[in-house]
Every structure is written in structure tokens, then in C-alpha cells.
């Protein structure tokens, strides 16, 4: 009886240690601490919701998604210490999202990491850092991006804006990194290309999760007689900005990114702005499409938060799909079977992942955010504010390509 205890006792840590090993481990680093850690913890309860998703159902060819999570802090160099902690765990997959600085990091580490490693292949899934320079000029094989890029999203943005005849004089708040600096850039020159008329009266950046009190910047935009504000603001950065805003009693047209995050719509409610701030995604809780709702209902009722990265299911779906249609795991069969691949996206309608620089392309919304008026057709609210976000505008996948000067090296 002895030896069998022993030899069992032996036995469980090996098959603890075959059951990692035969995991896909999926690194996910992003800011579990510090200003960015609501947003990161956010995307780490949906990137375990979907892993339990499709554990569920068999997994990936048979192999479990293990999610491995990271605390980069919202820093590059962070972030690059603990994407070497998720490959010396055995991860060939990590995925970020907030802050395109550390993407940019990450994305010249992975490739670097590939091209001196044959066989210990890692690919990289951005989800959220939307700098157009990430699959541009800095373009990699290993990097693919399932967020529509920022100049994308300002060029849906700002044929929204073009048809509000009311928008007179327009205020730019970002934050200061590089993200921040392309909202300003493709905001200033998209507006000047299809509103001239319209006065650019204040262009702000600020240091990225750091301002506490964003009151000194509320008062600039009071006074500079703006009618509305483009933010790319997000996180604590966008619900402090919100909230200095409703203190002072600032009454302007909000047109954003990420307003929908952590905070930010107890923020707008506060604000009293109905209907006044504005968000471009892929996706909306309200968008009508029955399977994405059915989706919406379910995740929220498991993570008691309402689902911010649509795109995080179609990055996880489509992995599933490319790995299928490898017959492989291995990242650059993955990779290869992703390129071109088409897709039925989360909210409905077809994207693709383009070969040429690996950016996701799918339609897009604006939606505005404020009271429903048909609860039947609009059932979801926002962090319990009986608010919630109304479609005002589709974008089809068509509409929403744009050209990019990458020049990919293959392995």
C-alpha cells in the first residue's frame, strides 16, 4: 500500500506538469496595477470568459487555452520583462492591448525573439493598441491587430462630425505618447480636409495616467468656447476628464475612443450629458444582432461587466479557426492560415485579416450615449447608470479599408 501511495503521489505532479505542457499557453500582459489596472483587469476577465469558452467545447485541436496573466504596468520595458516570463513558461501567444507604446515594444521584441529562436516561434495578438505605425512602417510577420487602427477609426469619426452642421469649434485633448499624438495628428488634418470651416480653438496633450485632477484642463476648454471635444483618452484618463467636466458644468459634445471603459459611463451620467458623448467600436451592447446579444446577456451575468473588447472574441475565435484550418498549433502554421482569412464578426458581417500588414478590417459603430427610449430593442444599461449606448452610425467593412506602406519580411 506503501508503494502505491508513493507512486501515485509521484505520478500527479507528472501529469500536472503534461496537462501544461499540452495547454496553449496565451501570455496576457497588460496593466494589472497602477492607473491602467481597471482597464487591464477588464480585459483579463474577458480573455478568461472566452479561454473557458472554448475549453469548454474540446479546446484548440484537443489542447486547452491556459491564460498566463502578466503586470506590465502600462510600461514598455515592464512589458518586455514579463513577455520573457510568459515564453520561459512555454507561451507561443501573447496578447496586449492598452497603450500603444508598450505594443510597439512588445512587437520589436517578439520579432527580434522569432528571428534568433528558429522553432521557439512566438506570435503577438493586439487587440487594442490602435497606432497606425504598428502595421505600417514597424510592421512585423508576428504581430496581427484585431482593433481597427486609430486612423481608421478618425476617418469614420470625422465623416460622422462632417454632417453635424452645429460642430463649430472643436477642442483636442490626448494623452502624450504615441497613440495620443496620431489622434491629434489625424484629427486636425481629416477635419481640415472635410470641415474647413470648422476652428480647431485648442490642441492639449497630457502625461498618460498621471493627471489626478483634470480640472486646470477643463477650464481651457470652457474658456476657448469649444462646441465639442476629440479625445482618444482612456481609463482613469477619460473618467477623471468626464467628471472634471460635470463638476465645472461643462455642456459640450464629447466625440471619443474608449468612452466606454472602466468609469467612464458613471462619468457621462454625471455629466448630464444625454446623448452628447459619442464612441467609434466594433461592437455595441445595443447593436441588435441576436447572437452578439445573446453573448452580451451571458457575459455580464459571468463577469458583471458589460463586454468592452468585442474584438478580444474575434481574436479568439479566429485563432481557434486558423489553428483548424492548420491542423496545427504551431505560430507560423497559425500565422499563415490567419493571413486573408475571412470572418463573421462578433456583432455581425464579414472581416477580413489583411496579408499585407496583418490589420483586422470589419465594420465599425457610433454609437451616442444617454437614455433608451425603446428598452425592448435596447435592453443593456451601463455600470448600473440606466444609460446606456444607441447606434447612430454604421460603417460597413468596405468603408473602412485604408492603404498602408508595410513591407513585411516573411520567415
Given at each position: 500500500m506503501?508503494?502505491i ?6 505520478t500527479?505532479?507528472m ?24 482597464v ?11 479561454a ?5 467545447k ?12 502578466l ?22 501567444y501573447?496578447t496586449?492591448?492598452n ?8 512587437e520589436?521584441?517578439v520579432?527580434k ?7 521557439k ?10 497606432d497606425?505605425s504598428?502595421?505600417n ?15 481608421i477609426k478618425?476617418?469614420a ?5 462632417k ?10 485633448i ?6 495620443g499624438?496620431?489622434?491629434r ?7 481640415a ?5 470648422i476652428e ?7 502625461p498618460?495616467?498621471?493627471v ?6 477643463i ?37 471619443t475612443?474608449?468612452a466606454?471603459?472602466a ?8 455629466t448630464?450629458l ?7 467600436t466594433?461592437?455595441i451592447p445595443?447593436?441588435g ?15 458583471n461587466?458589460?463586454?468592452w473588447?468585442?474584438?478580444a ?11 483548424e484550418?492548420?491542423?496545427?498549433v ?15 464578426v ?8 489583411r496579408?499585407?500588414?496583418?490589420q ?5 459603430y457610433?454609437s451616442?450615449f444617454?437614455?433608451l ?8 444599461d451601463?455600470?448600473?447608470?440606466g ?6 452610425s ?17 520567415p
Open positions: 506503501r508503494k501511495i508513493i507512486t501515485v503521489a509521484m500527479l505532479p501529469l500536472g506538469a503534461a496537462y501544461a505542457q499540452d495547454s496553449i499557453k496565451l501570455g496576457y500582459i497588460d496593466p494589472l496595477s497602477g492607473g491602467g489596472a481597471s487591464g483587469e477588464g480585459g483579463l476577465k474577458t480573455f478568461q470568459y472566452l473557458d469558452e472554448v475549453n469548454a474540446g479546446g484548440i485541436l484537443g489542447h486547452k487555452i491556459e491564460i498566463l496573466p503586470d506590465n504596468k502600462t510600461n514598455p520595458q515592464e512589458s518586455l520583462i514579463q513577455a520573457q516570463k510568459a515564453i520561459d513558461a512555454g507561451a507561443h501573447v496586449q492591448g497603450g500603444s507604446s508598450v505594443a510597439a515594444a512588445l520589436d521584441f520579432t525573439h522569432d528571428t534568433r529562436n528558429p522553432g516561434e512566438v506570435l503577438f495578438f493586439n487587440y487594442a493598441a490602435v497606425p504598428l502595421t512602417d514597424k510592421c512585423s510577420f508576428w504581430h496581427f491587430r484585431w482593433d481597427a487602427s486609430s486612423d478618425m476617418e469619426l470625422t465623416s460622422y462630425m454632417g453635424q452642421s452645429s460642430i463649430k469649434k472643436v477642442y483636442l490626448n494623452q502624450d505618447y504615441s497613440f499624438q496620431s489622434v495628428s489625424d484629427a486636425r488634418k481629416m477635419l480636409a472635410k470641415r474647413p470651416d480647431i480653438v485648442g490642441d492639449e496633450l497630457h498618460l495616467l498621471k489626478t485632477d483634470f480640472s486646470p484642463y477650464a481651457k476648454i470652457k474658456a476657448s468656447g469649444a462646441d465639442s471635444v476629440v479625445t482618444g483618452n482612456w481609463g482613469q484618463d477619460f473618467a477623471l476628464l468626464l467628471k472634471a467636466a460635470a463638476d465645472a458644468g461643462l455642456k459640450v459634445n464629447w466625440y475612443y474608449y466606454g471603459g468609469g467612464g459611463p458613471t462619468a457621462i451620467k454625471q448630464g444625454d446623448h452628447q458623448v459619442f464612441q467609434i466594433e461592437g445595443n447593436s444582432n441576436k447572437e452578439a446579444m445573446e453573448f452580451e446577456t451571458a457575459f455580464r451575468a459571468k463577469a461587466m458589460s463586454l473588447y468585442p474584438r472574441v474575434n481574436e479568439i475565435r479566429m485563432f481557434k479557426a486558423a489553428a484550418k492548420a491542423n496545427s504551431d505560430p507560423i502554421k497559425v500565422a499563415e492560415a490567419l493571413e486573408d482569412m475571412k470572418f463573421q462578433l456583432d455581425g458581417g464579414e472581416g477580413f485579416m496579408k499585407d500588414d496583418h483586422f478590417f470589419q465594420p465599425i457610433i451616442s444617454g437614455t427610449a425603446d428598452k425592448e430593442k435596447e435592453p443593456f451601463e455600470e448600473n447608470t444609460w446606456g449606448w444607441h447606434m447612430v454604421k460603417i460597413d467593412t468596405a468603408q473602412t479599408i485604408v492603404p498602408t506602406t508595410c513591407k513585411m519580411k516573411r
